[in-house]
């Protein structure tokens, strides 16, 4: 089967500058609470000024539609990431859960990009996009309950400061069985050797999802550490492309 490489870069870069929009234009809008919160990314901590950020995040923008011009729906499903970042940062952010689901929907868009560029958007790319989303979503969680305290300051509204803890615990729960079951679903549809090599990918990403979930269950403990925390979080990212990939090659 031939593979059309410049086409797929490019839509390879369009899902980056998308995503790279959301986030720089996110933390514009959030200079003051990460600055409050005492976070280091470049602009709350002065590394940025505000124009060059607000210049970055616009160039993000016009490049996530404009390299896959090629591609009317392509364009399109761009168009709405970059809009969705922007509902998310300006209205979505203090809410509960609904602002965390719209995240992880942006953040797994690139997963599917591939498949509306070829109309083939079946149950095996629906089944593998929902499995990230609820990784990202579970990830959310976390990083909303460790925000809590900066966030309340803040007056954000957000399941961690509207809610009891264990509601963060519970929908991490609900996102770790649905990431168990989707797993189970896309294994069934891999080739022995594929399949022990995805079940192994995905059940390290699960157990590092349950980690989460222990430390939300123990969050009033202080004696695991912020150091724990970025370590947790960043281990776990390169596993799900990587078992994402496994489902392609076929």
Not at 99 to 122: C, K, R
Not at 152 to 170: I, M, N, Q
Not at 208 to 214: G, I, K, P, T, Y
Request: glycine content about 8%.
């Amino acid at each position: 089967m031939d593979i059309d490489v410049p086409r797929h870069v490019a839509i390879a870069v369009a899902a980056f500058l998308g995503i790279a929009f959301c986030q720089a234009f996110n933390d514009v809008i959030d200079r003051d609470l990460d600055r409050l919160a005492g976070k280091t990314r470049p602009l709350a901590a002065g590394q940025l000024s505000l124009g060059t950020a607000r210049w970055v995040s616009g160039l993000c923008a016009v490049g996530a539609v404009l390299v896959v011009s090629f591609d009317p729906v392509l364009s399109l499903a761009e168009a709405a990431v970059v809009g969705l970042g922007v509902l998310y940062s300006c209205r979505l952010r203090s809410t509960i859960l609904v602002g965390n689901l719209l995240v992880a929907a942006v953040s797994t868009s690139a997963f599917l990009l591939p498949y509306l560029s070829v109309g083939e958007i079946g149950p095996p790319a629906l089944a593998g996009w929902s499995f990230v989303g609820l990784y990202i979503l579970g990830n959310e969680i976390f990083k909303t309950q460790v925000d809590r305290r900066g966030d309340r300051e803040y007056g954000l509204r957000t399941v961690a400061t509207a809610a009891p803890s264990a509601a963060s615990s519970a929908a991490l729960l609900i996102a770790t069985c649905g990431m168990a079951g989707l797993a189970t679903v896309l294994a069934a549809r891999l080739r022995y050797g594929w399949r022990v090599a995805f079940i192994c990918t995905v059940l390290l990403v699960l157990l590092l999802q349950l980690a989460s979930l222990v430390r939300l269950l123990i969050s009033t403990r202080e004696w695991i550490g912020l150091d724990w925390e970025g370590a947790q979080t960043w281990w776990k990212i390169p596993w799900v492309p990587a078992g994402l990939l496994l489902l392609m090659v076929r």
